[in-house]
């Protein structure tokens, strides 16, 4: 099965979407903060990026679900800064250190080389890692790229506080969305994460990510996902947030079928685990915690999807993570085990 992209590459679409996009960057309305800065013209907006791409890091990344890891690795590509500012943000270092990430910026061509050189090392997927405050950025990279034969599937791994205008214009573009739903409650989405109305706009966002999938994963003979919605839901510490009601929602509004990925890897980092104002985030979920969020999948009768293991969850995008046993399985392993 072909990438997306590759149909409108063909059918002379693909430089048309890009430039809608890259026009969105003119007043950046590209995220629901909706900040107005002319960024063309390298104005900063509040995701404190202006017109170039940032990019910390690129690399073969083993720590994703099977389905996308497979044996030799997403092709995961970090961009730096953010449009959140979540207090327990375990890539802190790269999302809110703007100053420093300025040093990291490229151009569209240098974003294009990379993707082609994570083809080239054999990874199965481009995975972009934070990508929304660079939407339109990643669009006329894979444009360049695929002039230049780049055939692997975009993965689009985000926090969810997406614009629907530009998920609309990726259509076609993006072959697998990795959406985080991170809240139930818009209080909690602006205590943690520093953003106003996020459950609101990250299920619109979730909404149109499914309308375009169709709600079906697809695998290829390998088992490796070439196209879909996999939506993440990390387990927060005093169930800060609201598994229950977004995993009710994604049943009655997207279906029960529709792939999910519980994980455990939470710790406490970044103001977390030292600013007395989070302390409810501020230790790892506990066992009893993990087996309620488990005894909900089955509660609430979802049935696609994976699961991280509790214990090898910790080691998560740890640097030594390669050495670990695999972390996720599939949610119908631990049906069959009485879990």
């Given at each position: 099965m072909d990438a997306r992209y590759l149909t409108l590459l063909a059918e002379n679409r693909l430089e048309e979407r890009v430039g809608a996009l890259e026009e969105m960057l003119r007043r950046c309305n590209v995220c629901p903060k909706d900040c107005g800065n002319d960024r063309l013209n390298d104005e900063i907006a509040a995701c404190y990026s202006g017109r170039l791409p940032i990019v910390s890091s690129y690399t073969a990344h083993f720590g994703e679900e099977p389905c996308l890891s497979g044996t030799r690795g997403a092709g995961n590509i970090f961009f730096g800064n953010c449009n959140l500012r979540c207090v327990y943000c375990q890539n802190y270092q790269i999302s809110q250190t703007w100053k420093q990430q300025r040093r990291n910026e490229v151009t569209h061509e240098q974003l294009a080389d990379m993707m082609l050189e994570l083809e080239a090392r054999g990874c199965h997927n481009i995975g972009f890692v934070s990508p929304t405050h660079f939407a339109p950025q990643m669009a006329r990279a894979i444009c360049i790229a695929a002039k230049k034969g780049l055939r692997l599937p975009i993965v689009y791994n985000t926090n969810a506080y997406d614009s629907v205008e530009v998920l609309r214009l990726l259509d076609g573009?993006?072959?697998?969305?990795?959406?985080?739903?991170?809240?139930?409650?818009?209080?909690?989405?602006?205590?943690?994460?520093?953003?106003?109305?996020?459950?609101?706009?990250?299920?619109?966002?979730?909404?149109?990510?499914?309308?375009?999938?169709?709600?079906?994963?697809?695998?290829?003979?390998?088992?490796?996902?070439?196209?879909?919605?996999?939506?993440?839901?990390?387990?927060?510490?005093?169930?800060?947030?609201?598994?229950?009601?977004?995993?009710?929602?994604?049943?009655?509004?997207?279906?029960?079928?529709?792939?999910?990925?519980?994980?455990?890897?939470?710790?406490?980092?970044?103001?977390?685990?030292?600013?007395?104002?989070?302390?409810?985030?501020?230790?790892?979920?506990?066992?009893?915690?993990?087996?309620?969020?488990?005894?909900?999948?089955?509660?609430?009768?979802?049935?696609?999807?994976?699961?991280?293991?509790?214990?090898s969850a910790s080691y998560y995008y740890r640097p030594d993570f390669n050495d670990k046993d695999e972390p996720f399985r599939d949610i119908r392993d631990f049906r069959s085990e009485g879990i």
């Open positions: 573009i993006v072959d697998i969305y990795l959406p985080d739903l991170k809240y139930a409650d818009a209080d909690a989405g602006f205590q943690y994460s520093k953003i106003r109305d996020y459950p609101q706009h990250a299920r619109a966002a979730i909404s149109e990510m499914n309308r375009q999938m169709g709600g079906e994963l697809v695998f290829d003979d390998e088992g490796l996902l070439k196209r879909g919605l996999l939506i993440r839901l990390l387990v927060l510490p005093n169930d800060i947030a609201g598994l229950e009601e977004n995993l009710r929602w994604i049943r009655n509004e997207l279906g029960p079928r529709t792939a999910i990925s519980l994980m455990a890897q939470y710790y406490a980092t970044n103001k977390a685990g030292t600013d007395p104002r989070y302390i409810l985030l501020s230790r790892r979920i506990s066992e009893g915690e993990w087996f309620d969020a488990v005894s909900l999948l089955d509660a609430l009768g979802m049935e696609e999807g994976f699961m991280q293991e509790y214990e």
